[in-house]
Nanobody, 121 residues
């Protein structure tokens, strides 16, 4: 019904920057929130940043001041600008969207396939 396609991951040195993108497509009536989660090896998936339809943003304490989430509503796309990257930011980053789909009153939770971010010297 809804597909999320991520891009922008890769290998970066500590202190460097990357920008992740996630485009949503499909039977979308309304996107209520979009966000990024990450999962490092041996750890649980955790929220990195989230933006809701009114523009309110939420960040994990570990990324505040370094990461910025933004959204292009016309393109159904969310971005995560990551700066001052640290080795502990290394993880698979997953895009998430909470969506009302066409023909259904309920909200649904969709996930992208993930993109690897590796911070290493």
């Amino acid at each position: 019904q809804v597909q999320l396609v991520e891009s922008g991951g890769g290998l970066v040195h500590p202190g460097g920057s990357l920008r992740l993108s996630c485009a949503a497509s499909g039977s979308i009536l309304r996107i209520n929130a979009m966000g990024w989660y990450r999962q490092a090896p041996g750890k649980q998936r955790e929220l990195v940043a989230r933006i809701i339809s009114g523009g309110t943003t939420i960040y994990a304490d570990s990324v505040k001041g370094r990461f910025t989430i933004s959204r292009d509503n016309a393109k159904n796309t969310v971005y995560l600008q990551m700066s001052s990257l640290k080795p502990e930011d290394t993880a698979v980053y997953y895009c998430n969207a909470i969506v009302n789909v066409v023909g259904n009153r309920d909200e649904y939770n969709f996930w992208g396939q993930g993109t690897q971010v590796t911070v290493s010297s």
